[in-house]
């Protein structure tokens, strides 16, 4: 991997400030204390930690670049969209840091070992910049936009898999939202019997970061945030994948419906699942 862009670099001694906080907590879980946002989503004081320790990095090298986060919203740097004002994610934001400080929350306080750090930068509409940090198995999954993705200094390829029958599928199911779930389970029983499987791990940055990595040949889900899918995009496109809503269109951060695959699953996912789940408005939080 050549040298890396500044930014770059700042965003991955944050993720890797975050993924000690995270480690640290991971050795006594019993301590860590969890309350529920809403139904079935959680969130720690590990979450909340870890987010300050990124805010902190980004903003001690940036000050005037803005944040979007989950646990805080809009709650640090210069005046930006916050969490009720997703849609404001357009081309008026110079340089919004959009950060996940503990993606797979429920996982972390059972101790089940799927969770990451996920920090993109948008830059006038586009990903340019993207860390995401599985602090389990130290695997550093980074990205700029034109220079390639890399893990661990390793270059990024997807996989070469191009039939639905040999592929191997990630998703995500609704757990917040149990409205779309009926319509979900039908995609779910339909993929099933096309593709070779599926895993739910239950982190979508990771899902994504898999993707580029070819350990998944391709990824859907619905009602995700910004933070779940802005860093993973950026390494799926630069890995030679392809990312979009489920009709292909590139609105997936705004609606938080995602599908993502080397080109030709990515293809099969549209015309298979797109007829199936209508393009819906942007998301408010």
Excluded at 26 to 39: F, G, I, M, N
Excluded at 213 to 231: N, V
């Amino acid at each position: 991997m050549s040298s890396l862009h500044p930014m770059l670099n700042t965003a991955i001694k944050a993720a890797r400030r975050a993924g000690s906080i995270i480690n640290r907590a991971s050795l006594d879980l019993e301590r860590v204390k969890v309350s529920r946002k809403q139904h079935n989503d959680f969130v720690t004081e590990i979450d909340e930690a870890a987010e300050k320790a990124i805010i902190d990095v980004l903003l001690t090298a940036y000050p005037d670049h803005r944040i979007l986060a989950e646990e805080s919203g809009r709650s640090a740097g210069a005046e930006g969209p916050g969490k009720g004002d997703l849609v404001a994610m357009d081309n008026e934001a110079e340089n919004l840091w959009i950060i996940d400080p503990l993606d797979g929350t429920t996982n972390f306080i059972h101790g089940f070992p799927q969770y990451c750090v996920s920090i993109g930068l948008l830059q006038r509409g586009v990903i340019t910049q993207s860390v995401i940090y599985d602090p389990n198995r130290n695997d550093l999954f980074v990205a700029t936009k034109g220079r390639g993705a890399f893990l661990n200094d390793r270059r990024l390829r997807v996989s070469k898999r191009h039939r639905m029958n040999e592929a191997l599928l990630g998703t995500g199911f609704p757990f917040k939202n149990l409205e779309t779930l009926d319509r979900y389970l039908a995609m779910f029983r339909l993929m099933t019997g096309q593709s070779a499987g599926i895993r739910r791990p239950g982190a979508a940055a990771l899902d994504l970061a898999y993707v580029a990595a070819g350990r998944l040949d391709g990824f859907f889900e619905i009602g995700l945030m910004p933070w779940d899918i802005a860093a993973g995009s950026l390494l799926v496109t630069e890995a030679g994948g392809l990312i979009g809503d489920f009709q292909g269109d590139p609105d997936y951060l705004h609606t938080g419906d995602v599908l993502a695959g080397t080109p030709k699953i990515f293809g099969q996912l549209v015309g298979t699942l797109g007829p199936m789940f209508p393009k819906r408005a942007a998301q408010t939080a």
